[in-house]
């Protein structure tokens, strides 16, 4: 059974940059879109970023979109969301999530997603 781990979360200053790892392991991720969602206290989680099977496609949200970049090595079955600039707006805990079920479009949609990490907290200091 497959399982995503999160690393790279932790406390930085608004301006700063951080750069999240998502691993796999039971199975490579290769065959499977994967994003990024946050989810900040008392809100609902959000998409954040999202990448198709290849690489060859990328979705931000507009709130990221020019800071963050979402990558994957598939040949290390590892997911990664670069974040710059951070700002203290960007405070949540980030999870790592993978659609394992071939689907056409929705990248941003939660629900489309049926494999979930445990989550890192970012902490962004003004």
């Known amino acids: 059974q497959m399982q995503l781990v999160e690393s790279g979360g932790g406390l930085v200053q608004a301006g700063g940059s951080l750069r999240l790892s998502c691993a796999a392991s039971?199975?490579?991720?290769?065959?499977?879109?994967m994003g990024w969602f946050r989810q900040a206290p008392g809100k609902e989680r959000e998409f954040v970023a999202a990448?198709?099977?290849?690489?060859?496609?990328?979705y931000y949200a507009e709130s990221v979109k020019g800071r963050f970049t979402i990558y994957r090595d598939n040949a290390k079955s590892t997911l990664y969301l670069q974040m710059n600039s951070l700002k203290a707006e960007d405070t949540a805990v980030y999870y790592c999530?993978?659609?394992?079920?071939?689907?056409?479009?929705?990248?941003?949609?939660?629900?489309?997603?049926?494999?979930w990490g445990q989550g890192t907290q970012v902490t962004v200091s003004s």
């Open positions: 999530a993978a659609r394992t079920r071939l689907q056409v479009g929705g990248y941003s949609d939660i629900d489309r997603y049926d494999l």
């Open positions: 039971g199975r490579t991720v290769s065959g499977y879109a």
């Open positions: 990448i198709s099977r290849s690489g060859g496609s990328t």
